[in-house]
């Protein structure tokens, strides 16, 4: 393993630490002479840390067990029936090997991958459906074959749907899009997943499934660009902001029904840009701030969050936790941030 030393790793390993017990910083001068801290300073610090973790606790408690106590963790699932869109390449491919290495081990595990090319891993438990995504009736059919087949007519169910497949457009300004590609872009990052959810997931028919058949966890994948948008991609910022608002409102939709928080459990993943073919073809700037993201870590961290039924967001690298503070700046301040960051001229015409 490479240890890459960027901002993320120095944030986790020292200032989450320090965040979390900042009396740590003053226990080397304990016994000094010269620097001495009053008393009141140190319990302060403690109860400092005891409030945080309690807090944290409580988060994690609310986040994994408020909805429901019932939640079996997927490992324990015999029959484990996923579907993961785009898992042919990229993170999705990571997620599918994370999932059979991680999930499948000991328990059946049946992967439904809809992408437009063939799974190139050789494992007979993951079944591609072939569909250009851009195309509605296409994703309709294979909805309705993998209902009947899969599904067997709505009497089994998906524990795990992870809509990950995506497309961007070519990098160039507004005005130069057509019709077609910007109907192809909406279609395939924001209006897909939410066919998904709305045909596939227990959603609509939670109440008329076997009990141990009823849990559903559910990952959107979008992008930082959905909410920190750069220039030159408009239609692919816009369609992941599309399903960071579909996700945020159908996420408290479910938490408000008593059944569907029973059963139903969402990630939604905010992504910098990963180390795939997607975004590749360009030197991205300053990735000490902005690291480049590798899809095996992230594939192990969001099973890990589907394995323990976490109702929460994740947001990789460190920066995008703070995507939605950027853009809330005064504009002088949003201009020159930018300017540093690079992130308006460093993407190519094509
Ligand atoms: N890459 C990044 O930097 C980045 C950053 C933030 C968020 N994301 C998001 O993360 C997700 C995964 O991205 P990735 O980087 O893994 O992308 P990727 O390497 O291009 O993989 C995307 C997968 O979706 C498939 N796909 C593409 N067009 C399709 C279509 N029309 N119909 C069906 N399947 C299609 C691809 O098949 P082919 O390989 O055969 O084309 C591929 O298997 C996407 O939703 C993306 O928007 C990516």
Known sequence: MVLKL???????????????????????FLNSEHFQLPLQVYYDLILYSALLRAFLLLNSWFKCTYSTSEWSPLSEIDDLNVLVTGGSNGLGKALIETILTELGEKKKVNIINIDISNYSGNDERVHTYLCDLTIPSMLNKIIDTIYENVL????????????????????????????????????????????????????????????????????????????????????????????????????????????????IKTLLVIAGQLNTEMFSGFTPPRQFFAPIVDVKDLSRKIINKCNIGEFCQLNEPFYANFAYLLMSLPLVIQWIARKLSGMDNCLPDE
Not at 164 to 186: P, Q, V, Y
Not at 250 to 262: G, H, Q, S, V
């Open 152 to 263: 067997i007519g709505g009497t089994k169910q998906f524990h795990l749907i992870i809509n990950n497949a995506g497309m961007r457009s070519k990098f160039k300004k507004f005005e130069a899009f057509t019709e077609k590609e910007i109907r192809d872009l909406m279609q395939i990052n924001s209006i897909t997943p939410v066919t998904i959810i709305q045909r596939l997931s227990p959603l609509r028919n939670c109440k008329q499934i076997d009990s141990k058949h009823k849990q559903c966890y559910i990952v959107n994948i979008a992008s930082s660009l959905g909410i920190l948008a750069a220039s030159k991609v408009s239609i692919y910022a816009a369609s992941k902001a599309a399903l960071i608002s579909f996700h945020n409102s159908l996420k408290f939709e479910i938490l408000a029904d008593p059944t569907n928080k029973r059963n």
């Open 6 to 28: 960027d901002i993320d790793f120095f944030i986790n390993w020292f200032g989450l630490t320090i965040l979390k017990y900042p009396i740590l910083l003053y226990l080397p």
